[in-house]
C-alpha cells in the first residue's frame, strides 16, 4: 500500500518565502535552549523542569497524539528543500551552544547549590549536549561544504564526541544493519550492554577509519594529518581551557553532562536498529540500505525537537537528504510511540524484549 502525498498544514505557499508555517514548526527545538536556561538560572525541583518535559510530559502526550504520516508534495518538497531558512536554524542553534555553555560552567560555581540543583543542571546540560549538540552536528556532518562541515565539528565538541563525525557519516552508513556496525544493536542485546559495546567500538572504528584515509594521502598514521589525532587535539585544548578558568570540579560536572549526551545518542542508536539485519549477499557485501532496515516514529513532537531524525528509514536510505524533507516509508517498520518514550521503554530491557521482539517477529 502506498502512502498518498497529501498537502500537510505545516506548508503554505511559496509567496510566504523564507518563514513560512514548515520552518516556524521546525523551531521547536529552540525550546530545548529554553528549557536549558531555565534549568541553569533556577532553584529547587525547578532544575528539573527539562528532565519532566522530556521523560513524562512529551512520553504521555504522544500516547495520546496520533502519528503524522503525511509527505510534502513534489513541489512542497522542491520548495523546502531550496529554503535557507531551515539551513539558517541549523546555524543558529550551533551558535547559541556556547553562551548556554559558559552560562552551565558559572552557574555550577554558585555554592549555595544543593546536591539536588547540581545533579538537575547536569542532567539539563547532559540532555543539552545530545538534543542540540549531538544531533545538530549529525545534521550538519551530512552536508559537504567546508563551512556546514566546521558547524558540524563544533558542535559535536560540546559533547566531547567529534569523532561521531568520522564513525557515523563513512561507518554506520556504510554498514548498518550489519555485525560490522557497532551501532546497531542486535537482536536480544539490552540497552546498557550496547552502551558499552557501542561507545568503545564506534570509537575504536573511527581510528581504524581514519588510519585508513591517512595512509591512503601517503600521510603518516600518527601525523597532524590524522583527522582523529586533529580531533583529540581540539578537544584537548577545550577541556584543557575549563579546566584552567573553572577548575577540576566544574569539569568534572561538564564532563558528567557530555556523558548523559553521549549515553542518550546511545540510546537513540539503540532504538532505531534494534534487531534489524540487512541481507548478505557475498563474502563481504550486503543488499542495499533499504527503509525496512530502520525503525521510524512519525509521532510530531519528537519528530519536530530532533529535527526530523525520527524518520529514520528515510535518512538512511536517502542520507544526503535534509532534515526538512524526510519521508515516510510505507514498508519502514514503525515504533509504536515517540523517541523519548522508546527510550524508557529500552531502560528495562525486559520490557524492550516483549514489545519489540514480537515486532521484528511478526515483520520478518
Same mark, same amino acid.
Given at each position: 500500500?502506498?502512502?498518498?502525498?497529501?498537502?500537510?498544514?505545516?506548508?503554505?505557499?511559496?509567496?510566504?518565502?523564507?518563514?513560512?508555517?514548515?520552518?516556524?514548526?521546525?523551531?521547536?527545538?529552540?525550546?530545548? !535552549?529554553?528549557?536549558?536556561?531555565?534549568?541553569?538560572?533556577?532553584?529547587? *525541583?525547578?532544575?528539573?523542569?527539562?528532565?519532566?518535559? $522530556?521523560?513524562?510530559?512529551?512520553?504521555?502526550?504522544?500516547?495520546?497524539?496520533?502519528?503524522?504520516?503525511?509527505?510534502?508534495?513534489?513541489?512542497?518538497?522542491?520548495?523546502?528543500?531550496?529554503?535557507?531558512?531551515?539551513?539558517?536554524?541549523?546555524?543558529?542553534?550551533?551558535?547559541?551552544?556556547l553562551p548556554v555553555l559558559l552560562l552551565f560552567l558559572y552557574s555550577m560555581q554558585d555554592e549555595t547549590l544543593s546536591w539536588m540543583e547540581k545533579t538537575g543542571r547536569i542532567t539539563a546540560m547532559g540532555l543539552f549536549c545530545g538534543t542540540c549538540g549531538i544531533n545538530v552536528g549529525h545534521e550538519l556532518g551530512h552536508r559537504v561544504n567546508p563551512f556546514e562541515q566546521g558547524l558540524a565539528k563544533?558542535?559535536?565538541?560540546?559533547?566531547? =564526541?567529534?569523532?561521531?563525525?568520522?564513525?557515523?557519516?563513512?561507518?554506520?552508513?556504510?554498514?548498518?544493519?550489519?555485525?560490522?556496525?557497532?551501532?546497531?544493536?542486535?537482536?536480544?542485546?539490552?540497552?546498557?550492554?550496547? *552502551?558499552?559495546?557501542?561507545?568503545?567500538? $564506534?570509537?575504536?572504528?573511527? *581510528?581504524?577509519?581514519?588510519?585508513?584515509?591517512?595512509?591512503?594521502?601517503?600521510?603518516?598514521?600518527?601525523?597532524?594529518?590524522?583527522?582523529?589525532? @586533529?580531533?583529540?587535539?581540539?578537544?584537548?585544548?577545550?577541556?584543557?581551557?575549563?579546566?584552567?578558568?573553572?577548575?577540576?570540579?566544574?569539569?568534572? !560536572?561538564?564532563?558528567?553532562?557530555?556523558?548523559? /549526551?553521549?549515553?542518550?545518542? @546511545?540510546?537513540?542508536?539503540?532504538?532505531?536498529? +534494534?534487531?534489524?539485519?540487512?541481507?548478505?549477499?557475498?563474502?563481504?557485501?550486503?543488499?542495499?540500505?533499504?527503509?525496512?532496515?530502520? *525503525?521510524?516514529?512519525?509521532?510530531?513532537?519528537?519528530?519536530?525537537?530532533?529535527?526530523?531524525?525520527?524518520?529514520?528509514?528515510?535518512?538512511?536510505?536517502?542520507?544526503?537528504?535534509?532534515?526538512?524533507?524526510?519521508? !515516510?516509508?510505507?514498508?519502514?517498520?514503525?515504533?509504536? $510511540?515517540? =523517541?523519548? /518514550?522508546?527510550?524508557?521503554?529500552?531502560?528495562?530491557?525486559?520490557?524492550?524484549? +516483549?514489545?519489540?521482539?514480537?515486532?521484528?517477529?511478526?515483520?520478518?
Amino acid at each position: 500500500m502506498s502512502v498518498q502525498q497529501t498537502r500537510p498544514l505545516t506548508i503554505l505557499p511559496k509567496r510566504l518565502a523564507l518563514f513560512n508555517t514548515g520552518v516556524m514548526m521546525h523551531i521547536t527545538p529552540f525550546v530545548i !535552549y529554553a528549557g536549558t536556561i531555565f534549568s541553569l538560572t533556577s532553584r529547587g *525541583w525547578l532544575c528539573f523542569v527539562p528532565m519532566i518535559l $522530556t521523560w513524562i510530559i512529551i512520553p504521555v502526550a504522544e500516547l495520546f497524539i496520533a502519528p503524522d504520516e503525511r509527505n510534502l508534495s513534489s513541489a512542497e518538497e522542491e520548495h523546502a528543500t531550496h529554503n535557507k531558512a531551515y539551513d539558517y536554524i541549523l546555524y543558529m542553534m550551533v551558535l547559541l551552544q556556547l553562551p548556554v555553555l559558559l552560562l552551565f560552567l558559572y552557574s555550577m560555581q554558585d555554592e549555595t547549590l544543593s546536591w539536588m540543583e547540581k545533579t538537575g543542571r547536569i542532567t539539563a546540560m547532559g540532555l543539552f549536549c545530545g538534543t542540540c549538540g549531538i544531533n545538530v552536528g549529525h545534521e550538519l556532518g551530512h552536508r559537504v561544504n567546508p563551512f556546514e562541515q566546521g558547524l558540524a565539528k563544533a558542535s559535536l565538541l560540546i559533547s566531547l =564526541y567529534m569523532h561521531n563525525l568520522i564513525e557515523h557519516n563513512r561507518g554506520h552508513h556504510k554498514y548498518v544493519g550489519t555485525h560490522q556496525d557497532p551501532s546497531t544493536a542486535r537482536y536480544g542485546e539490552g540497552l546498557y550492554r550496547f *552502551w558499552l559495546r557501542c561507545t568503545v567500538y $564506534t570509537y575504536l572504528h573511527a *581510528w581504524k577509519i581514519a588510519n585508513k584515509e591517512t595512509r591512503k594521502k601517503g600521510q603518516p598514521v600518527l601525523g597532524i594529518r590524522n583527522e582523529m589525532i @586533529q580531533m583529540h587535539l581540539i578537544e584537548g585544548v577545550y577541556v584543557a581551557a575549563i579546566l584552567c578558568f573553572f577548575g577540576p570540579l566544574i569539569l568534572t !560536572y561538564y564532563i558528567l553532562a557530555a556523558l548523559m /549526551g553521549i549515553l542518550l545518542l @546511545q540510546s537513540v542508536g539503540y532504538i532505531e536498529h +534494534y534487531g534489524l539485519i540487512r541481507k548478505q549477499t557475498g563474502s563481504q557485501t550486503f543488499e542495499r540500505v533499504l527503509p525496512v532496515h530502520s *525503525w521510524d516514529s512519525h509521532h510530531i513532537i519528537g519528530r519536530l525537537l530532533l529535527l526530523e531524525v525520527a524518520r529514520h528509514s528515510d535518512h538512511h536510505y536517502m542520507a544526503s537528504r535534509k532534515y526538512q524533507v524526510l519521508r !515516510y516509508h510505507d514498508t519502514a517498520p514503525r515504533m509504536p $510511540t515517540g =523517541y523519548p /518514550g522508546m527510550i524508557l521503554l529500552a531502560l528495562v530491557p525486559p520490557a524492550w524484549f +516483549y514489545v519489540m521482539n514480537r515486532r521484528i517477529c511478526k515483520a520478518g
